[in-house]
């Protein structure tokens, strides 16, 4: 049985190091009326029989152009407060010289934005990811390995 749920997403937070820094991939809905709308990863709602971790691959190469071939880790979802919509997310480091586009009529802006002013601009339903990512960074520095984030 699928998701009762109603609406469902899944999408990618891609990631790089820059300066010492961590800027992820984010984009900004089109339209007019979306001209105050908060940032956020590009996602889409799945194909039939199409698996979460294909969804997030296929949409962000829609939305972004950006062909991810490497692995993906499993971020969990986090579900919107208004909407009940659930956005499922897979980290991944963005591909060597990735350069994002708008590939997409969805989507006016598509940036690599500093983690800490993402925070500040990415859609507050989809902060907690953010979160998961950065602790999957610190882990990574570590000595353990993160097989799962849970949600």
């Not at 996602?43 to 152009?65: I, S, V, W």
């Not at 010289?97 to 601009?121: L, N, Q």
Request: charged share 25%; proline share 6%.
């Amino acid at each position: 049985m699928t998701e009762a749920r109603g609406k469902l997403s899944s999408g990618t937070l891609l990631y790089r190091h820059v300066n010492g820094s961590v800027e992820v991939l984010l984009v900004h809905p089109a339209g007019n009326y979306n001209r105050r709308a908060p940032w956020g990863i590009p996602k889409g709602a799945p194909d039939p029989d199409e698996t979460l971790e294909a969804t997030a691959r296929r949409e962000t190469l829609e939305e972004t152009g950006l062909d991810i071939g490497g692995p993906l880790i499993d971020l969990g979802f986090v579900d919107y407060t208004r909407s009940k919509k659930r956005v499922h997310a897979y980290a991944g480091q963005a591909p060597e010289g990735a350069a994002p586009r708008c590939a997409s009529w969805e989507v006016d802006k598509v940036e690599f934005i500093e983690i800490t002013r993402a925070r500040r601009i990415i859609h507050p339903d989809q902060a907690g990811l953010l979160d998961r990512l950065q602790r999957l960074l610190g882990s990574e520095n570590g000595t353990t390995a993160v097989e799962k984030t849970s949600a």
